[in-house]
């Protein structure tokens, strides 16, 4: 004869199981049910991205708190450079390129380019990539105001976007701008990406008019770093030391 606190035990076990099946099979596939022991798989301390309840400490009921005035993220100080949005020409002026032009470099911001900018700009730098094509407006490189523009330029524009561009300072990182700017900077000769490798094998005197000289140690001698603490011998360079280029 079975004990009667074992036999009670059972139906019980048998009731509760029956009451979280009915529970957990509802006609709305986006309700979850009845969770057990919750706990065991949401974070009991606060957690920024993720919360179950109103947080009543915080302000606004959410664990995320608004970073004070004035503060930078750890690690992520290279990311501002202090220049508004709308000051290219200031960009033009104090940003340098701290970055080499080696071979290295430039095959890297050929990636960067054919993976974040060539969609609109193309792959000849020319405004005829398959949103280019749709989307009239996309500027050429190679022509006009275009052709003239300086790494500064450029990495600003790619930072903060421009007109109906918009930015992409949270896609890329500031070494990887700088890397694209240099890029950008192969595509203005008009000639595509085959002017990759004629710079690098013609060498400095190749670009004596641009505002930034090319070094690649394998290909040339050495002619320095790229002018990033230096003034510039042509217009719009300015003279202030480089502020960017790690992206730590």
Same mark, same amino acid.
């Given at each position: 004869?079975?004990?009667? *606190? @074992?036999?009670?035990?059972? %139906?019980?076990?048998? *009731? /509760?199981?029956?009451?979280? +099946? ?5 006609? $709305?596939? =986006? ?23 109103? #947080? ?29 949005? $709308? ?10 390129? &701290?970055? &080499?032009?080696?071979?290295?470099? /430039?095959?890297?911001?050929? !990636? /960067? ?19 280019? *094509?749709?989307?009239?407006? %996309? ?10 523009? @300086? ?11 421009? #007109? ?8 890329? =990182? ?24 004629? /710079? !690098? ?14 070094? $690649?140690?394998?290909?040339?001698? &050495? ?18 030391? +480089?502020? #960017?280029?790690?992206?730590?």
């Amino acid at each position: 004869m079975m004990h009667p *606190l @074992n036999l009670s035990l059972r %139906v019980s076990a048998l *009731l /509760l199981s029956l009451g979280l +099946a009915t529970t957990a099979c509802t006609n $709305d596939g =986006n309700d979850p049910g009845v969770e057990y022991a919750p706990e065991m798989y949401e974070s009991i301390p606060y957690d920024p991205l993720s919360q179950t309840h109103f #947080n009543t400490v915080n302000s606004f009921g959410i664990n995320e708190r608004t970073p004070a005035n004035g503060t930078v993220p750890r690690g992520k100080l290279n990311y501002f450079d202090h220049i508004p949005k $709308d000051s290219v020409r200031m960009a033009e002026r104090l940003l340098h390129n &701290p970055f &080499p032009y080696t071979k290295a470099n /430039l095959e890297e911001g050929k !990636v /960067l380019y054919t993976r974040i900018c060539s969609h609109c700009h193309g792959e000849q730098g020319d405004g005829q990539g398959p949103v280019g *094509l749709k989307f009239k407006g %996309v500027p050429n490189y190679s022509a006009g105001a275009y052709k003239t523009m @300086n790494d500064g330029h450029i990495y600003h524009v790619i930072e903060w976007g421009r #007109n109906r561009m918009m930015p992409h300072g949270s896609i890329v =990182n500031p070494e990887e701008r700088w890397k694209i700017a240099m890029y950008v900077r192969v595509l203005q000769r008009g000639e595509g990406p085959d002017a990759l490798s004629k /710079l !690098v094998a013609k060498g400095p005197t190749s670009i004596a008019n641009d505002s930034t000289e090319m070094t $690649d140690r394998t290909n040339q001698a &050495p002619v320095g770093q790229a002018q990033a603490g230096t003034g510039s011998e042509t217009p719009g360079e300015g003279k202030t030391k +480089a502020t #960017n280029g790690t992206s730590n």
